[in-house]
């Protein structure tokens, strides 16, 4: 049988549906900041698109643009500046941050109710602790699309096998959380494991989050296994992900790029600027729909 290089419309389509429904029934007004620091194609090439999908969903996404030998204080002060702002309900440090900069000492100073990117001790604690409150996106896009493909191609995930290549703590390390609560027994690698391909190659689904353009390739992974590509590259002026579309043949499913865990990462953002509305303003935990029906796909 044929790779299926299967692309994530369907799956944006509801969320993004969900999302419009609930702005517009509930009459919100939803202002986010992303803070940007120097030049970068692939920063600005992904602002565009998020801008694009903010326009889309009616809220406002404003850039405050610094250069990359800002200071840490100076960083704390506007970081403070925004979290104080009434009617702005998410903030994004964009990557790449300055080496300069603690970042580990900043993520903590962002309020954890505007905290859409999921970044903070409080956020990160929840969904360690099986209690999700805002999730990390990438990683959250992870989980949805594998609950796509489950119910789209009749796939039972729990009881199974994964591997994730990549231990960031925006993506790897929150997608084994993810992975477990769907009752999938998951399995982390990095650079400094041993024999990766040993390990990769028994896994049922492997999540590709290595940051290396076309790394996983036939040789990572077993014949039918589901290959979710978290990966966005700018290579010889195509976007590609961290799988080698040339050569992952045994794989029955791989998530496209562009269109697929991209995309929905970005829904997913705003996704968490609901929340962040909801929290602030009326206590509330909010819960979509896409997340606690399982035939929302169907």
């Known amino acids: 049988m044929d790779t299926i290089f299967l692309k994530l419309n369907n799956l944006a389509d509801a969320i993004s549906k969900e999302l419009k429904s609930i702005i517009k029934e509930n009459k919100i007004s939803l202002s986010i900041t992303v803070i940007l620091f120097g030049y970068s194609d692939d920063s600005y090439s992904y602002l565009s698109g998020m801008k694009k999908r903010a326009n889309s969903l009616g809220i406002e996404l404003s850039v405050i643009e610094f250069s990359d030998n800002i200071t840490e204080d100076e960083l704390i002060k506007k970081i403070e500046s925004v979290n104080n702002i009434e009617d702005s309900y998410g903030l994004i440090l964009q990557n790449p941050i300055p080496t300069h900069i603690n970042i580990d000492r900043l993520k903590d100073i962002i309020d954890y109710k505007k905290d859409i990117d999921g970044v903070t001790s409080y956020n990160q604690g929840r969904l360690f602790n099986k209690k999700p409150f805002i999730i990390p996106a990438t990683a959250w896009a992870v989980d949805m699309s594998l609950l796509f493909i489950s119910q789209i191609f009749n796939i039972e995930l729990s009881g199974i096998n994964a591997t994730i290549v990549g231990r960031s703590t925006t993506v790897g390390l929150p997608s084994l959380h993810l992975l477990l609560k769907r009752n999938i027994t998951p399995t982390i690698v990095h650079t400094k494991t041993k024999n990766i391909k040993d390990i990769t190659s028994k896994a049922d689904i492997v999540v590709a989050c290595c940051g290396v353009p076309k790394y996983i390739d036939d040789s990572f992974i077993k014949e039918d296994c589901i290959v979710i590509d978290v990966g966005i590259h700018y290579l010889d002026n195509k976007v590609v992900g961290d799988v080698n579309n040339d050569n992952v ?23 968490n600027a609901i929340k962040s509305y909801f929290i602030i303003n009326n206590g509330i935990e909010y819960k979509f729909q896409f997340e606690v029906r399982g035939d929302i796909f169907s």
Do not use: R
């Open 249 to 271: 043949s045994k794989a029955s499913i791989v998530t496209a790029v562009p269109g697929g865990i991209g995309a929905i990462t970005n829904l997913l953002i705003f996704a």
